[in-house]
């Protein structure tokens, strides 16, 4: 039967009154072939996220409404093993030692998480610059260097690539000092390299597990990456929940800390924005940035100054940047026609293409793919 997670808004309440409905759930559970597995609750936020396994949704629904009329707000399937990786369970916690003077096991254990996105920077080219037996020693140290960094500092890799780790933290403090302690550790690495320099751009956002979209932690997990994508190298581009969260707990501006440039929420919307409408039209032909103007409601001038401050870049040079690190992607992933990887990352001369691509890496296209043959 399929797993699913419901998000509850119920300012107000306490742990013990989220219990005592818990419990209400479970004693009508199968009349509706359900079956609670357990749940989290935020008391300051008043939300609470009750995993269930169900037939559907509907069923789901309707035990809650039989149950203590608490109608969910949102409903999700999820994947029991992505529910422990980003939260740390999928049953209760150990009961506490009061749980009988209550009768029923009350706690508080918010959902709340922040998110780290960590890209090593042009990391396809380090097998071209140094050979693949060097770059998998390299591959190794950096992992173990990245991995050492999270797991001291509270949290847990949910994802990996050779390029590209996710990392969760139930403490934005931690994940703050985190991705500061990772910058500091890689540069640290970087002359023993001889001669390669590796630099991590990393995002960090905040959330919870259910919001408007169908996707567990999607919008969350979306937003970092997009920060880590504007990273620059050695860069730590924050959100803004993740900033005024760090003030909170620590009485200190994240403006303090080395490496890190935290969005306001005009620039978090115009990033949005502008990720948007790049993924709409990366890849067709007849580009031009009237295309970016139509579709994110700005003007030429706005658009400029806008993505300019937030990037370093003009228009055409970031959707340039797009498209040949998506054609990068392609060829480490299946190497395959120079000419039909050129159009089918929107550039329509593959001159052109290899042109920029070796502007951009310093190599030709025909040479990278040799390198990872």
């Known amino acids: 039967m399929p797993i699913f997670m419901d998000r509850h808004d119920i300012k107000g309440v306490t742990a013990e009154d989220v219990a005592k409905v818990h419990q209400k759930d479970l004693e009508i559970q199968h009349l509706y072939n359900c079956r609670g597995l357990t749940y989290w609750f935020d008391e300051e936020r008043g939300t609470a996220f009750c995993l269930v396994e169900a037939p559907d949704r509907q069923s789901l629904k309707a035990m809650h409404d039989d149950a203590h009329g608490m109608v969910p707000h949102q409903i999700i ?98 994940s703050v000092e985190c991705s500061v302690n990772i910058q500091e550790r890689v540069m640290s690495l970087n002359h023993p390299f001889s001669g390669v320099t590796v630099h991590p751009g990393i995002g960090i956002n905040a959330g919870e597990p259910v919001t408007e979209s169908d996707q567990f932690f999607g919008e969350t997990v979306l937003f970092a990456e997009r920060l880590s994508y504007i990273a620059g190298q050695g860069q730590i581009r924050v959100s803004s929940d993740v900033s005024e969260h760090y003030k909170k707990e620590n009485l200190k501006d994240l403006s303090e800390k080395r490496f890190l440039d935290t969005l306001n929420s005009q620039e978090e919307n115009f990033l949005g924005r502008l990720m948007d409408a790049t993924e709409e039209i990366w890849n067709k032909d007849g580009f031009n940035v009237q295309n970016y103007c139509s579709l994110m ?33 392609t060829m480490k992933e299946k190497p395959d026609n120079i000419s039909q990887i050129a159009y089918e990352t929107g550039f329509n001369n593959p001159s052109y293409f290899s042109k920029c691509f070796k502007e951009r890496y310093g190599l030709l296209p025909s040479e990278f793919i040799e390198s990872v043959d």
């Open 77 to 174: 399937e999820v994947d029991d093993s992505l529910v422990e990786a980003f939260l740390g369970r999928i049953e209760d916690p150990e009961p506490a030692e009061d749980i009988a003077d209550l009768g029923i096991h009350a706690f508080e254990d918010p959902a709340f998480r922040s998110i780290m996105i960590i890209e090593l920077k042009d990391a396809a080219l380090i097998p071209t610059e140094t050979g693949l037996t060097k770059a998998r020693e390299i591959f190794r140290e950096l992992n173990n260097t990245i991995r050492d960094s999270i797991e001291r500092h509270g949290g847990r890799v949910v994802n990996h690539t050779y390029h590209k780790f996710t990392a969760v933290f139930a403490s934005i403090s931690n």
């Open 297 to 329: 409601g700005e003007s030429k001038s706005q658009l400029y100054r806008n993505l300019k401050r937030l990037t370093g870049r003009s228009a055409t040079e970031f959707m340039k940047e797009f498209r040949l690190k998506q054609a990068l992607n």
